[in-house]
Nanobody, 123 residues
């Protein structure tokens, strides 16, 4: 059974940085499409960034230029480097993985979700 475990959340000041990690284990197949979603306070879960098996990435407009998604295929780890954090970035961040290409089907609907890691940003 696939396990998706996030880490790296915590507290940071506005303007600061955090790096999230997500380890995928329990399956002999390597995840193809991987991504980060977040639930900001009082809102639904929204896509933050995705990265496909070919390294192509997508970002939400709100994080472009500040966040960077990357992956270590050898270790099945997904990262999210978050710089220039804003108060509105605070929330629960989730890692999602799928075994199809990102364009083939909706990651949030068909992917495997982790439990999430909390990010707090203070002024």
């Amino acid at each position: 059974q696939v396990q998706v475990v996030e880490s790296g959340g915590g507290s940071a000041q506005a303007g600061g940085s955090l790096r999230l990690s997500c380890v995928v284990s329990g399956d002999t197949f390597r995840p193809v499409c991987m991504g980060w979603y977040r639930r900001l306070q009082g809102t639904r879960r929204d896509e933050v960034a995705t990265i496909d098996s070919d390294g192509s990435t997508t970002y939400a407009d709100s994080v472009k230029g500040r966040f960077t998604v990357s992956r270590d295929n050898a270790k099945n780890i997904l990262y999210l480097q978050m710089n220039s954090l804003k108060l509105e970035d605070a929330g629960m961040y989730y890692c999602v993985v799928d075994y199809w290409r990102c364009y083939q089907r909706e990651l949030d609907r068909f992917g495997q979700w982790g439990q999430g890691t909390q990010v707090t940003v203070s002024s």
